[in-house]
């Protein structure tokens, strides 16, 4: 259902334009003319896609989103395209999209896009439905698992029982107390931490289950497919236990690298554009140094000079080690907000891309002296290094800030769920995820 949502989300829209602009090229234009096969159907396509991507950053279908709201939101999808159209327009000098096609695409395509939105969140619904989850671990690790599902799983999943191993392995029970949960509660799913594993009781009472059409997952399994990251008790064993692509894989590494120079090239457009636009900004709201730049730990552990557009006010900014920086820092200016709500302040970075300190997806660098405290805390912490660190990476997109050594903790384990699965897809993935973080749609991460 939701794959379904999203097809017609993201192909739906393309032919919309097209249809629109065939209509008015035969019935409605002053004058009849051919839209196939050149420009006007390719700025078509072009302002289908515009339509399909706003749609993605603004969070259709892939978040929750009530109702009432969605209506708003995809008539917001339209006004971005727009705007985004009118903008090229402009530069082009000629009309690409005809304000026909433009405001009639709105009228057909947002019910649709709202429609699309409903579809996913009943589909949503129906998969918390369907997977009922026992799971059978100590309780830390029981709270950890409740904690997590609530905030921004892959797959919605709900805890519907907990056993510990004890209580899953009781042998006096004759009703085996593992497969009575199991059924009395419908679950779907049985979860198993590493220690009852261990556990010869528990692993029959699985097996069968799973016979029976329930499905079986170590705790580690079901953080990668529903969590999308390594639950925080598998950390340090798992650690050395699997291969990282930009590290043992010489192909992904070059195909990565070659990809990162490409992009950055082009973001040179976009970087030089705001320059002029940062420094009048600056002069109103953000007076001081139009830069800042700050020694950040890169990969094999050598530190570089990160740059970026200075947000902060002078005296409160210097380039030396600093305090954790919360998602609303007092110290931030009224223009710094405003350039890190935008992320118009990551700009400066593809000079770093260019020098090779940084990618495009990849863990987050962090300032020296955090590093050497993150280490002490976290043995493994330093495997985060072997990789060049990135622009935007998958904890951003799916934690954000990280305001303090906790949430350190909880974005290093959606780090080594990176580490594992790095691939060209994954990173593309996190970069549309970036766009939606961006515009607003999902997650606050930078």
């Known amino acids: ?7 017609m989300t993201f192909v739906f829209p393309a032919f919309v334009v097209v249809g629109l602009q065939k209509v008015h090229a035969t019935w409605i234009g002053s004058v009849t003319y051919d839209i196939f096969p050149g420009p006007i159907f390719w ?26 709201k969605a209506l708003g939101v995809a008539l917001g ?8 159209m009118s903008a090229l327009q402009l530069l082009a000098g000629q ?57 921004n799983p892959e797959r919605p999943a709900l805890v519907v029982a907990h056993l510990d191993e004890q209580a899953a392995s009781e042998t006096t029970n004759p009703g085996r107390p593992l497969v009575e949960t199991v059924r009395s509660n419908q679950a779907t799913v ?15 009472q699985a097996a069968e289950l799973h016979v029976g ?58 970087f030089v ?39 902060m006010s002078p005296s409160k900014n210097a380039g030396g080690a600093g305090e954790w920086t919360a998602a609303n820092d007092p110290r931030i200016t009224p223009f710094g907000k405003f350039m890190r709500i935008t992320h118009v302040d990551e700009l400066p970075q593809v000079l770093n ?50 305001a303090d050594e906790r949430d350190a903790l909880e974005k290093l384990q959606y780090e080594f769920f990176y580490l594992r699965h790095q691939s060209v897809w994954f990173d593309l993935r996190i970069m549309f995820r970036t766009i939606r973080s961006t515009l607003g749609g999902e997650g606050k991460g930078r």
């Open 213 to 270: 059409g329930v499905r079986v997952r170590t705790l580690l399994e079901f953080y990668g497919e529903w969590l999308g990251k390594f639950p925080l008790s598998e950390l340090e064993r798992e650690s050395l236990f699997f291969d990282i692509s930009e590290v043992h894989g010489v192909q992904y590494a070059r195909t990565k690298r070659m990809i990162d120079l490409a992009l950055a090239t082009v973001s040179l457009i976009p």
């Open 95 to 151: 009309p690409l999209v005809g304000r026909f096609v433009i405001f009639s695409s709105a009228l057909v395509v947002a019910p649709i896009q709202v429609g699309m939105s409903m579809l996913a969140n009943s589909g949503r619904e129906r998969a918390i439905a369907r997977d009922q989850v026992v799971f059978v671990g100590g309780d830390a690790e029981a709270a950890q698992l409740w904690e997590d599902l609530a905030l």
């Open 273 to 311: 554009l705001s320059v002029p636009v940062v420094f009048l900004g600056n002069l109103v709201a953000n007076r001081g140094p139009l830069f800042f730049t700050q020694d950040r730990v890169g990969r094999g552990g050598e530190n570089f000079k990160i740059v970026k557009y200075r947000t």
């Open 190 to 204: 049985v979860v198993i931490d590493r220690g009852a594993q261990m556990d010869q009781t528990v692993i029959d």
């Open 43 to 68: 700025f078509g396509l072009l302002y289908g896609l515009l339509l399909a991507v706003a749609a993605y950053g603004m969070g259709l279908p892939d978040v929750s989103i009530q109702r009432g």
């Open 77 to 84: 999808v339209s006004a971005v395209a727009a705007g985004i």
């Open 353 to 402: 891309i260019l020098r090779g300190e940084l990618a495009m997806v990849g863990p987050r660098p962090e300032q020296p002296h955090y590093v050497v405290q993150l280490n002490e805390q976290l043995p493994f912490y330093d495997m985060r290094h072997l990789v060049r660190p990135g622009l935007t990476g998958w904890a951003q997109v799916k934690y954000g800030y990280a």
């Open 1 to 7: 259902m939701l794959a379904f949502a999203r097809f």
